[in-house]
């Protein structure tokens, strides 16, 4: 499996509530040539979220079956629910040049990064503060404190991962962020390799680490 000449995989990653399905919706909705790789998942609809548009909404039977069968590229058990990335639409998609976005977390990521000869760029996303965070997750969960906090209790074990990820962007501004993944996109589709600085970095996770 030869991908390089193809389209190119992006990965966005980062604690719940900190904004990286949004920024994924933006990346497609403003950009015609990216894809968004649609997962399954076996938890139930938020309000407004649509089957085959969000997320194909299955059984942890038929969640199963696709495991047994070696049919996803990644696959992780997320807050007592199970997500997974299908192989065959991602590989048609690139096979026409088509860029696909994932919207995964550090397992699946991990999972993606085995694989070779995947052109796989990876970003986590952080929060500016732990209060930003707090109000995100507020907003998406009015009334169910022991879920926000269940989220927040798993802030710590998602933030360790950072450092095997390709590039680190803070989501202050979403526009802002946008903006900083997009032209790191562009310079890789380029050939052009973009650098972080390190030591930066490591001083706002432990910041943000509680």
Same mark, same amino acid.
């Given at each position: 499996?030869?991908?390089?000449?193809?389209?190119?995989?992006?990965?966005?990653?980062?604690?719940?509530?900190?904004?990286?399905?949004?920024?994924?919706?933006?990346?497609?909705?403003?950009?015609?040539?990216?894809?968004?790789?649609?997962?399954?998942?076996?938890?139930?609809?938020?309000?407004?979220?649509?089957?085959?548009?969000?997320?194909?909404?299955?059984?942890?039977?038929?969640?199963?079956?696709?495991?047994?069968?070696?049919? #996803?590229?990644?696959?992780?058990?997320? #807050?007592?629910?199970?997500?997974?990335?299908?192989?065959?639409?991602?590989?048609?998609?690139?096979?026409?040049?088509?860029?696909?976005? #994932?919207?995964?977390?550090?397992?699946?990521?991990?999972?993606?990064?085995?694989?070779?000869?995947?052109?796989?760029?990876? #970003?986590?996303?952080?929060?500016?503060?732990?209060?930003?965070?707090?109000?995100?997750?507020?907003?998406?969960?009015?009334?169910?404190?022991?879920?926000?906090?269940?989220?927040?209790?798993?802030?710590?074990?998602?933030?360790?991962?950072?450092?095997?990820?390709?590039?680190?962007?803070?989501?202050?501004?979403?526009?802002?962020?946008?903006?900083?993944?997009?032209?790191?996109?562009?310079?890789?589709?380029?050939?052009?390799?973009?650098?972080?600085?390190?030591?930066?970095?490591?001083?706002?996770?432990?910041?943000?680490?509680?």
């Amino acid at each position: 499996m030869n991908l390089k000449e193809k389209g190119k995989m992006f990965v966005l990653s980062s604690p719940s509530g900190v904004g990286k399905t949004t920024l994924t919706k933006k990346l497609v909705k403003n950009n015609s040539n990216f894809i968004i790789s649609i997962s399954h998942t076996t938890r139930k609809p938020r309000p407004g979220e649509l089957n085959e548009k969000d997320y194909y909404f299955v059984n942890k039977n038929e969640f199963n079956k696709l495991v047994e069968g070696n049919n #996803f590229f990644e696959h992780a058990e997320i #807050f007592n629910n199970y997500y997974g990335t299908l192989k065959q639409p991602v590989l048609k998609n690139i096979s026409i040049g088509k860029d696909v976005l #994932f919207d995964i977390d550090w397992q699946g990521t991990q999972q993606l990064k085995k694989i070779k000869n995947l052109a796989l760029t990876t #970003f986590f996303i952080l929060p500016p503060n732990i209060q930003a965070l707090k109000g995100r997750l507020f907003n998406r969960h009015k009334g169910q404190e022991n879920l926000i906090e269940q989220r927040m209790k798993k802030f710590n074990e998602e933030i360790s991962h950072w450092k095997e990820y390709d590039y680190i962007i803070v989501n202050d501004d979403l526009d802002e962020c946008y903006n900083n993944i997009l032209n790191i996109i562009i310079s890789k589709k380029k050939g052009i390799e973009q650098t972080q600085k390190t030591d930066d970095i490591e001083k706002k996770v432990k910041e943000l680490i509680q």
